[in-house]
Structure formats: structure tokens, C-alpha cells
């Protein structure tokens, strides 16, 4: 079997030539244009010097884009060559994209507009000789460094033939995530792992050729590969919302016809705060999933007011078990994890398993707390020149290889897993362990916001003396909001102040930077 995730691009080029598969900003390409343009791409991959597989990995392409048609067509361009893609974010610090660069080895950089405006002498230096832009002759380009760049629209039209051959245990794409040694860490995600994901989404979804999806997310975070490939997978068209478009997200739905719908819950809270998610606004969406936070009981009432024609699903995944892992319907009445607030994660996907282990590595019995653990065909091969890593998130444990998700969580008795917040999120306050999530969880209900954000300040000696929240608006009354958090938790984990934010700082995946809130209160302290 070739598992190429380009095959069900090749596949609706032949057999349904002339529908759409991706919209972006006034442009669209047809099925058939996308395969042509994708293979034109490989074409020019393969024939360069320095392609040839190393020590039996597939090549790697640098993907320096995102949220572009161009960076749609790089991937499946990077995949229909049989090679392994590798998103570089244009807005990341130039010192982190050059530390990409110099972990990766790789045989071409493929960038958009935008990543093209990031090839300075610098970053070009430590790029392989192939790099492909939109237009070499762009005025930002000094003269001597056009004459190593391809032009994409130069590149000659070819005869579209079948992707090539990948087999399921070649890399499909590696995607860094943080470390915490402030060195990024590339998680390695198999072809035939991401095989196996979309299988498990499709049935899951069910989603159809008529299906009109959206992509919400960076290139660099890995919800991408789902919204692009199971799209594809059906035959559906992708409509990429613009980073500059985020809070007329409902618009933009509205105008594009979308029937399916992925994001972050931090988007639906943007959308409370600003008043855009009014009831019915979004009646032709038949199908709405969240991850990568919690979802809370606030979030899915807006949505399901909002979207009343769809069905709603809760997700839950690291990059490390391949996008999601674990999941729900969320139905009438909503179900929620007790003191939480928060939809539960449901269980695992056909094929996978979770687990809940403590700090000694023995399983846990059900309503009991621990660390969440995953195995199955879709984990990661691991990370990237880094076996004591691997080794250590990866361990073998009853038999099964696991991945250690880092992730507190239970089983209830009906087997379905509850999120409780990161195991690195639990913070010493005046002696005492506190766990950030579970005063965001109540910060949110008594405030009534989605976007809220908590963290230890101020720290003496890796300790903290006290918490500080943050919530999204323009004005707070953080008396009463720390009244109403009285009854519900004990006085060491009551925040000392409350701050309003009215732009709240998100990261890169959509979620509340608590960084960035960190190094806010240090600049007004210093």
C-alpha cells in the first residue's frame, strides 16, 4: 500500500477533476489544478542534487509558511516527491528558525510571501542550495541572492502521475515543539501513523465530499495536518481564515459557506468577547470539533446557540500521539468533569489505548488521578537525534510502548478520561501544591470569559507567594469575582489580584500565553 498522503489529492484529480480543494483570500484552485501544481513542485524536488535518501530516511523539505495556498501546495508538493515535511513558522525569532534549519538537514526550503521576507543572508546561508519561492525577482531580494532562489511560477508544467511510493513507517512530517531546555524538540509523525489518524477521524466525522472545512491554525501546529489531509481525504475543500481575519472568523464562515468547523475553545472566547457569536448565526455548519484546551460548558452553550444544526465533538491529543487521540460527542444535557466545568475527553480512538499511571509508573484505578498515557499505532517514532528523550516519554510499560502525556487525568467509572491540567502546570504557592487549570476552570465560570489566564507571582526561590489572574475584557470587578471564588476553592489558591486584559496574548496554537502574562507583570514590576 502507498501510504503518500498526496494519493487522495492524485485520486480526486482524476475522479472528480473540477471541485474545489483549497480557497484562500479570493483564490482557489480546482483538484486537478492543485495535483498539477503539487507535482510540478515534486518534479522540481526530485531532480535536484541533493535528494537522494540518507541512510534510508525519506529527504526532508523545510516548509517555511503558513495559512497560504502556497503552503498547501508545498506540503502535498513535499509528500507527492515522497519526502518529509518540516513547518518552519515565518514569524518565529530568526535564532529559533535557524536552529530548525541546522537540526533538520534538509535537501529544500519551499517558501510563501511571507517566509520568502524571512530568507535573510543569514537564514539563507544555513539553507540547502534548492530554495523555492513565489517570485525570486521580489524587490526585497538583493541581486546576487535572486540567482540561487527558484521561482515557483517559473517551474514547467509536467504530466501528472501517481505520488510516490511511501511506506508506513517513513517519516511523513516532523513538527517542533518546545523544550525545555529552550531547545526545540522535532516530534517524528509516521505515514502510516497519520494513515491511521484520519481513518479514525473519518469514521469518527464522517465527513463528505460537499464539506466545506477551515483552517484556523499555523502550519506549525499539528491540528494543520488534520484540517489539510481530512479534507482531502474526503474530497472536501479547505478555506484557510487569514491570521489577519481571526476575529471575523464568523464572517468569514458565513461567506465561505463552511459546513465544518475545528479551532481552539480561545477562539470561541474571542468570538463571546466581541459579540460576534450571536444565536443562529452559523445555522449551515453541520459539524464542529475542539482541542487543544478545555472546552467548557460556556463555550459549547455559545456554540451550540451559535450552530444550531451542528454536532459537537470534543478532541484531545499531543503532537506526540499524532493530532488527536481521545474523543466526544458532546450531547444535550452537557456532560461535565465534576468542579470542572469542562467537557470531558472522552475515550480513546479504535486501534488506540489510554491509561492513567502514577509517579512510580503502576497503573491506576478508576476516579484516581495520574499522568495520561497513550499507546497505539498512532504515537510518534519519536523525537528528532534526541533517544533519551524518546526513551524517557516513551517508555514500555505493561508490555505496550506508552506515551507519557505529561497530562493529569482520571478514568471515571463509565471509562470515560477527565483532563485535569499539565502535571508542569502544578506550582508550590506558599508551601502548598496548586494546579493552575483549576483555578482557571472557576475563574472562567464566576467570571463568565473564556479567555482567562493564571500564573505564580511573585517567585522567591522557585516558590510562588501568591497567583495573579488575568480575564479577558476591558474592565473586571475582581472583588467580587475573588468572593465568588472563595466558595468554591481554598484561600492559598484565591489570585491576589485580578487583572482585565482586553487583548489577551495567545500563542501560536490559539492558547492563553502564560509566558507572555509572566513577563507582563515583570515589566510593570521592574
Given at each position: 500500500m502507498n501510504h503518500n498522503l498526496a494519493c487522495p489529492v492524485y485520486g480526486h484529480s482524476l475522479t472528480t477533476?473540477?471541485?474545489?480543494?483549497?480557497?484562500?483570500?479570493?483564490?482557489?484552485?480546482?483538484?486537478?489544478?492543485?495535483?498539477?501544481?503539487?507535482?510540478?513542485?515534486?518534479?522540481?524536488?526530485t531532480q535536484s542534487e541533493d535528494w537522494p535518501r540518507r541512510h534510508g530516511a525519506l529527504p526532508r523539505v523545510g516548509i517555511l509558511a503558513s495559512r497560504s495556498i502556497e503552503a498547501c501546495l508545498a506540503v502535498l508538493g513535499t509528500c507527492w516527491a515522497g519526502a518529509t515535511y518540516v513547518?518552519?513558522?515565518?514569524?518565529l525569532p530568526e535564532e529559533r528558525l535557524l536552529k530548525i534549519l541546522a537540526a533538520c538537514r534538509l535537501s529544500a526550503v519551499i517558501a510563501d510571501q511571507q517566509g520568502a521576507k524571512r530568507l535573510s543572508k543569514n537564514v539563507l546561508d544555513a539553507c540547502p542550495p534548492l530554495?523555492?519561492?513565489?517570485?525570486?525577482?521580489?524587490?526585497?531580494?538583493?541581486?546576487?541572492?535572486?540567482?540561487?532562489?527558484?521561482?515557483?511560477?517559473?517551474?514547467?508544467?509536467?504530466?501528472?502521475?501517481?505520488?510516490t511510493h511511501v511506506d508506513a513507517n517513513d517519516t511523513a512530517y516532523i513538527i517542533f515543539t518546545s523544550g525545555t531546555t529552550g531547545v526545540p524538540k522535532g516530534v517524528m509523525i509516521s505515514a502510516g501513523a497519520i494513515r491511521h489518524f484520519i481513518g479514525a477521524m473519518s469514521d469518527l466525522l464522517g465527513l463528505r465530499s460537499s464539506d466545506r472545512t477551515v483552517e484556523t491554525c499555523e502550519l506549525g501546529f499539528d491540528v494543520s495536518v488534520h484540517n489539510m489531509f481530512s479534507s482531502w481525504e474526503a474530497g472536501a475543500s479547505l478555506h484557510i481564515l487569514p491570521a489577519t481575519q481571526v476575529m471575523n472568523a464568523v464572517r468569514f464562515a458565513r461567506e465561505s459557506g463552511l459546513t465544518v468547523w475545528n479551532s481552539v475553545p480561545s477562539l470561541v472566547g474571542m468570538l463571546r468577547q466581541t459579540k460576534a457569536l450571536k444565536p443562529d448565526v452559523l445555522p449551515d455548519l453541520r459539524i464542529s470539533h475542539f482541542g487543544g484546551e478545555q472546552l467548557t460548558d460556556a463555550a459549547v452553550a455559545a456554540w451550540r446557540a451559535a450552530a444550531p444544526n451542528s454536532l459537537?465533538?470534543?478532541?484531545?491529543?499531543?503532537?506526540?500521539?499524532?493530532?488527536?487521540?481521545?474523543?466526544?460527542?458532546?450531547?444535550?444535557?452537557?456532560?461535565?468533569?465534576?468542579?470542572?466545568?469542562?467537557?470531558?475527553?472522552?475515550?480513546?480512538?479504535?486501534?488506540?489505548?489510554?491509561?492513567?499511571?502514577?509517579?512510580?509508573?503502576?497503573?491506576?484505578?478508576?476516579n484516581r488521578p495520574g499522568e495520561l498515557a497513550i499507546a497505539g499505532p498512532q504515537l510518534a517514532d519519536g523525537y528528532l537525534d534526541a533517544p533519551e528523550l524518546t526513551a524517557q516519554r516513551f517508555p514500555t510499560?505493561?508490555?505496550?510502548?506508552?506515551?507519557?502525556?505529561?497530562?493529569?487525568?482520571?478514568?471515571?467509572?463509565?471509562?470515560?478520561f477527565h483532563y485535569l491540567g499539565r502535571i508542569d502546570n502544578q506550582v508550590k504557592v506558599l508551601g502548598h501544591r496548586v494546579e493552575l487549570e483549576e483555578i482557571e476552570a472557576h475563574l472562567r465560570v464566576v467570571a463568565d470569559v473564556d479567555l482567562v489566564g493564571a500564573v505564580p507571582w511573585p517567585m522567591v526561590e522557585g516558590s510562588a507567594r501568591g497567583i495573579v489572574a488575568f480575564v479577558g475584557g476591558e474592565a473586571v470587578d475582581a472583588e467580587r469575582i475573588c468572593r465568588e471564588l472563595r466558595t468554591r476553592l481554598p484561600a492559598y489558591m484565591i489570585p491576589g489580584k485580578v487583572f482585565a486584559l482586553a487583548n489577551m496574548p495567545l500563542n501560536h496554537s490559539g492558547k492563553v500565553d502564560r509566558r507572555s502574562l509572566r513577563d507582563l507583570l515583570e515589566r510593570e514590576s521592574a
Open positions: 477533476p473540477d471541485a474545489l480543494a483549497v480557497a484562500c483570500e479570493g483564490r482557489s484552485l480546482s483538484y486537478a489544478q492543485t495535483a498539477q501544481r503539487a507535482a510540478q513542485l515534486a518534479q522540481c524536488l513547518p518552519i513558522g515565518p514569524g530554495v523555492i519561492v513565489p517570485d525570486a525577482h521580489a524587490s526585497h531580494f538583493p541581486e546576487d541572492t535572486r540567482k540561487r532562489l527558484t521561482d515557483f511560477a517559473s517551474l514547467p508544467h509536467v504530466e501528472v502521475s501517481e505520488p459537537i465533538y470534543n478532541l484531545y491529543g499531543p503532537t506526540e500521539t499524532t493530532i488527536y487521540c481521545l474523543g466526544r460527542g458532546v450531547e444535550l444535557p452537557t456532560p461535565l468533569t465534576p468542579g470542572r466545568d469542562a467537557v470531558p475527553i472522552g475515550t480513546a480512538f479504535a486501534g488506540s489505548e489510554a491509561a492513567i499511571f502514577d509517579e512510580h509508573g503502576a497503573a491506576i484505578i478508576d510499560r505493561l508490555g505496550k510502548r506508552w506515551y507519557l502525556t505529561g497530562d493529569l487525568s482520571l478514568r471515571d467509572e463509565s471509562g470515560q
